[in-house]
């Protein structure tokens, strides 16, 4: 018997994916990437963080998985720092989606994984015994190729996304590229999702020549919602609030966030919650105004964070939105933001420290709200 999906109290989810009811349009880039791994390409996905990597990924896989085309896999490797956190994270992922109820499977797991340690658990509600994994350190590598070797053995198609791939690079160990190339490229029936934000390391691991990933994968960049499909989407679900959301209005709201995903979700979600029967300019900036307040100390721990220089770059840039040539002249005479060679060296903390965005040589302020709590200043 199918499960009944919930209906959310807020149409606009924050975080999760729950269903295609509850996901805006990119309808392009899902065809792309499912067609991508049913054909045997591996895909590199990039975007800014909070652009919606992560929920069309899970778009993607919940059309897989209804199609019954492959078992879909999701390993965050945002917090690992080692090969051996990362197949431990492949493990839990692969092996957490059995069904431990049955003993044939349980047996199957112990005696396949010889270097695994399952960890049996019972739910203390339901009841139902759940293992996780714990993966040694000496014996990371030899883990990975069991866990390979039974996916390549299930007789299934599958796929793992791996998001923020690009901590791979910051591991302790040196060889991890080269140690994961040489797996993957000798699997044909395991197929790979690589997505980050960090868009310049990822471009370096899969288009130098000198890296093992070279070539290997597809790259699809995510960008912004176009405006008409994100504004169809929110006058759907406002208006079956009794609430009215028109044309110009949304793209007020729209460029205000720069189109960026979850920052346009955060005011639909709290436009739809206010219950204004008509949003206007006017209850937009309300709602805006109030969630930059609620979250002014936090902007103010990162102003904090700065050297002086930094900070005056930050408030240019977050009062020009958008800024083609930081290092020219015209720009820097502007604001008054002294020595080229000063700003040179902000601007490459600041894009590191993820509070500007090098949009492909366009820069922003990362964080919308903190944006616009820089403009007051």
Excluded at 180 to 204: A, D, K, P, Y
Excluded at 233 to 257: I, P, W
Aim: charged content about 20%; glycine content about 4%; proline content about 3%.
């Amino acid at each position: 018997m199918p499960v009944k999906k919930p209906t959310p109290p807020n149409p606009f989810l924050l975080t999760g994916y729950l269903s295609p009811d509850y996901f805006c349009d990119r309808e392009e880039e899902t065809k792309r990437l499912i067609s991508a791994l049913l054909n045997g390409r591996n895909v590199t996905l990039i975007s800014p963080r909070r652009m919606g990597k992560t929920g069309l990924i899970r778009h993607a896989f919940h059309h897989l998985n209804i199609g019954k085309q492959a078992k879909c896999y999701y390993v965050d490797l945002y917090k690992t720092d080692s090969l051996s956190s990362l197949v431990e994270q492949l493990a839990n992922a692969v092996l957490g989606s059995l069904d431990t109820t049955e003993d044939k499977i349980i047996r199957q797991v112990t005696t396949f994984f010889k270097s695994l340690r399952p960890l049996f658990s019972f739910d203390s509600l339901s009841g139902v015994p759940t293992f996780t994994v714990d993966v040694k350190p000496e014996l990371a590598e030899y883990s990975l190729t069991e866990i390979f070797s039974y996916m390549e053995q299930s007789g299934q198609q599958c796929v793992i996304a791996m998001d923020e791939f690009q901590s791979i690079v910051n591991y302790k160990e040196r060889n991890v590229e080269a140690l994961l190339r040489s797996h993957i490229q000798h699997l044909t029936s395991v197929h790979f999702i690589f997505s980050g934000s960090q868009r310049h390391v990822l471009e370096n691991m899969f288009v130098s020549a000198n890296r093992p990933f070279y070539q290997s994968t597809q790259i699809l960049n995510l960008n912004e919602i176009q405006e008409q499909s994100y504004y169809e989407f929110a006058k759907e679900k406002l208006s079956g609030h009794g609430q009215t959301l028109n044309t110009d209005a949304f793209g007020y709201l729209y460029e205000k966030l720069a189109g960026h995903t979850w920052y346009v979700q955060v005011l639909l979600n709290c436009l739809y919650e206010s219950g204004e029967p008509l949003i206007t300019l006017d209850v937009i900036d309300d709602t805006l105004n109030r969630v930059v307040d609620e979250n002014e100390a936090t902007f103010q721990t990162f102003m904090r964070l700065v050297t002086p220089t930094q900070a005056k770059l930050l408030r240019a840039i977050a009062k020009e939105k958008s800024v083609q040539q930081a290092l020219g002249q015209s720009f820097i005479s502007q604001h008054h933001l002294g020595a080229t060679s000063s700003i040179r060296s902000a601007l490459k903390t600041l894009v590191e420290k993820e509070l500007v965005l090098d949009a492909q040589g366009a820069y922003q302020v990362y964080d919308r709200f903190f944006a616009l709590w820089l403009q007051r200043q």
